[in-house]
């Protein structure tokens, strides 16, 4: 009988030995998911540019260039600073260059929007413009109605956005993308 009950405790023991831990113990760490974050800018930029006035985002050649009318309109308001100009195919259509100020989460802030399904209805695609990361972003997408919404990354805190209304006869995106990497381009160029 003695040796029945040593079998036992040995069978008991490499059991015991043997077990995992359950999976579903509360001393566990939970793996918490974190929104995506815009990638990184290389080559980082100083907005201050655009900051001291957004018209001048567009130089004049560009901007005939772009059949963009010269010179931009500014308009600022409590939650924004931006220039507008009108094209000059029919006289509505218009490109706006803009920024939050105060504002320094970059593209970090609509990453997180996206993540918490702001742009359902809409549209969020990730791009690049002339190396630096972008975001067509809008929560309604009215691009079939000539309207698209660009935001890039200057660096890491700092966007600008560029927003198309009643481009006809061509993709408003594309519009936006173009005049977004004229913008990069001066403010490249100012700086030397």
Known sequence: MPCAILTCLLLLLTACSQAKPPTDS???????????????????????????????????????????????????????????????????????????????????????????GEYGHGYFEPTTIVGYPAVLNSSTDDRSAGICHLSVGLNDQFAFSVHTTNVTGGDPCQVADTVAAQVILTIQHSGR
């Open 26 to 116: 509360p001393w566990q760490h939970e793996k918490i998911s974190l929104a995506p974050q815009p990638p990184q800018v290389r080559n980082p930029l100083d907005p201050a540019l655009l900051v001291n006035d957004p018209c001048r985002g567009l130089s004049p050649a560009q901007l005939l260039g772009l059949r963009i009318e010269s010179p931009g309109r500014r308009h600022d308001t409590e939650s924004l600073v931006s220039c507008v100009w009108v094209m000059y195919a029919a006289g509505t259509p218009a490109v706006t260059v803009y920024y939050v100020p105060g504002r320094q989460t970059g593209l970090s802030e609509l990453y997180l929007l996206n993540s918490s």
